[in-house]
């Protein structure tokens, strides 16, 4: 009984932990400031695709805005998805 249990509970476990997606990570690709108050920034993120063609990976495209304070802090930012799927070579 003892060993039937331990291993449900082991494949219930597995099955939650490999349930689990990562998100990869947003690189910063470029920073700017507009004006004296604004930060804004282009970041990319794996799309976890890839061109059939050239079998490279594809990467999606944010626009990153956040207001500036004369301390430097930055606050209320604001991301946007503005591309799907584009080969990294073509942003920069």
Known sequence: MKRS???VSIMALASVL?????????????QAFQGDDK?????M????????AT????FNVWVSVCDVSEASAEAACK???V??????????
């Open 5 to 7: 249990y331990l291993a």
């Open 45 to 52: 993120q794996d799309s976890g695709k890839k061109n059939e």
């Open 55 to 58: 079998k490279s990976r594809l």
């Open 18 to 30: 490999g349930g689990c997606a990562t998100v990869p990570p947003k690189i910063l690709i470029s």
């Open 83 to 92: 591309l799907d799927d584009v080969v990294p070579g073509s942003l920069y």
């Open 39 to 43: 930060n804004l920034r282009t970041l």
């Open 79 to 81: 991301e946007s998805k």
